[in-house]
């Protein structure tokens, strides 16, 4: 982008008019005049300019992330799909048919066919939404493995017309879970390879970022010079008054609200004038708005930071029930993605941060149970909790952290079974919960340190102490206080966590960020 200069009127210019034009006495207006007009100008462009640098990039990355982000909500739409179809697929048509072979169900009742147009109209709908040929071409192999199973349950019919022997269905039905499994292997590979697109575009938006983080230095940088060659050129024309009502105004900036800024001697400035006083009166509530909105800022920070544990948990979990799933542990699958969902539906509580402490229970126990099912019988856990507090509301989230916390830096790092106990309690004024495991604990000089960094934690290295740091933080921001986390632990013995939250009596205090 190209900025005109403009080269100022030189003296001798002015003088040579107003010799030809035999005016001498005008002069003075003459300079005013032309001086004044380079101002308005020098300011119309540096306005275009900066509008433009800052509009059209915008413009431009929204447009750009608007598009990639669409195709990674598509992408994990599809994963959650397959996933979904194939974690029901085996189980709900193996029995689907069996009832038909067994005579639970009528042929004519056509069940088995809802069931394959339902699965059908999935797959239609996955090739559909597709992000690469190769997917759409495995679906179409998994639609005509399913041709192939309508084929065999067609064949069924046509026996228990014709009056076979049920032993001729019986294999036709162990064909069928054949197939169905290649199906199902199909479809996983549809997932994984949804989930290598998804992490070639996570690729792109990290690389788009970190380009346009270049590209807005560089842009930054142009315009500030920019403005610093037009501030020196303007700060040419600024009058006395103008200095004056700079200085009164950098005083008021001090922290001198009784100071009142009087009528300069130029009605042009009497706007800025009542605007200095203005700013006066209402400078201290400017202050508490402040100090109100740094607190919501903390609040969304410390959510976007909560955010990370939940991908790296879902993969997990994920690659688990994958496991289970190869291994035909069709039960053990089930029971972990049930247990997930319900995770996740806690999580999100419809946008809310506040839970009754039953639901956070039921969160805690859809976790433990699904890192019981990761981990077998290296991880045993008990949960006592006191049934008198389970309709008490509390913040959301606050308990799981801290049981991974013990899972990952406790019990992981040593080599005999691990057990973690929860026990929750009402007492007078507050809810207590104590979280303790048999893990590897930490020594005093550990100890002290991990205490000291809980309130001057460094979000640029996420691994000293995130969990712990997380609910400190969020209990100090939501319940104002310090005292709400602590933390004892002895080497080679164990660490014992406990949570002491105010009761909340009036929902009106329960503070929502942003």
Do not use: C
Request: proline fraction near 3%; avoid cysteine; charged fraction near 20%.
């Amino acid at each position: 982008m190209s900025i005109q200069t403009f080269r100022p009127l030189q003296t001798e210019d002015i003088e040579n008019t107003l010799m030809n034009a035999g005016e001498h006495s005008k002069k003075h207006h003459i300079l005013r005049r032309l001086h004044t007009n380079s101002i308005r100008k020098t300011l119309r462009v540096t306005n275009i300019v900066i509008i433009i640098a800052t509009l059209v990039p915008f413009l431009i990355s929204n447009l750009y992330y608007n598009i990639i982000l669409n195709q990674y909500q598509n992408i994990i739409k599809n994963v959650y799909s397959a996933n979904n179809l194939s974690s029901h697929l085996q189980d709900e048509m193996y029995t689907t048919i069996w009832n038909v072979v067994s005579g639970k169900t009528k042929f004519e009742d056509n069940s088995q066919y809802q069931l394959m147009n339902n699965i059908r109209d999935r797959l239609n709908e996955l090739e559909k939404n597709a992000t690469s040929e190769d997917n759409s071409y495995l679906i179409r192999v998994a639609r005509n493995t399913l041709d192939t199973i309508e084929g065999y349950i067609n064949k069924i019919g046509e026996n228990i017309i014709a009056g076979q022997p049920v032993r001729e269905n019986e294999r036709l039905l162990e064909e069928i879970r054949s197939v169905s499994e290649l199906l199902y292997d199909v479809i996983q590979k549809f997932i994984a390879a949804e989930m290598e697109i998804a992490h070639i575009q996570n690729t792109k938006i990290q690389r788009s970022l970190e380009l346009m983080t270049v590209f807005q230095m560089i842009l930054f940088t142009s315009i500030l010079a920019f403005l610093i060659i037009n501030y020196k050129k303007l700060n040419r024309s600024i009058n006395i008054p103008i200095y004056r009502l700079k200085t009164m105004a950098s005083q008021i900036a001090k922290g001198d609200l009784s100071i009142r800024v009087e009528k300069p001697e130029i009605s042009e400035l009497d706007d800025l004038t009542d605007s200095l006083n203005t700013m006066a009166e209402k400078l201290g509530m400017l202050i508490a708005q402040n100090i109100q909105k740094q607190q919501n800022l903390q609040k969304a920070e410390m959510k976007a930071l909560q955010a990370q544990i939940t991908p790296h948990f879902m993969y997990n979990t994920l690659d688990t029930i994958l496991a289970l799933a190869e291994a035909g542990q069709n039960k053990d699958v089930v029971t972990t993605t049930l247990a997930l969902s319900n995770f996740f539906r806690l999580s999100l509580n419809k946008g809310r941060d506040w839970v009754s402490v039953g639901e956070e229970i039921s969160h805690v126990e859809s976790y433990l149970s699904i890192q019981k099912m990761r981990y077998g019988p290296i991880l045993d856990y008990e949960i006592d909790i006191d049934k008198t507090m389970l309709k008490e509301p509390m913040l959301k989230i606050l308990l799981q952290p801290l049981i991974e916390n013990a899972i990952y830096h406790g019990i992981k790092k040593t080599r005999r079974p691990g057990l973690i106990i929860v026990h929750g309690s009402l007492q007078t004024d507050h809810l207590m919960f104590v979280i303790e495991d048999n893990g590897l604990g930490m020594e005093e000089s550990t100890l002290e340190h991990l205490r000291q960094n809980l309130s001057h934690y460094d979000v640029s290295n996420p691994e000293s102490g995130f969990g712990l740091y997380n609910v400190y933080k969020r209990i100090q921001l939501y319940y104002g206080t310090n005292e709400g986390l602590s933390i004892e632990s002895q080497y080679n013995k164990g660490t014992r966590v406990t949570l002491r939250l105010p009761i909340i009596t009036d929902s009106n205090n329960m503070q929502t960020p942003l």
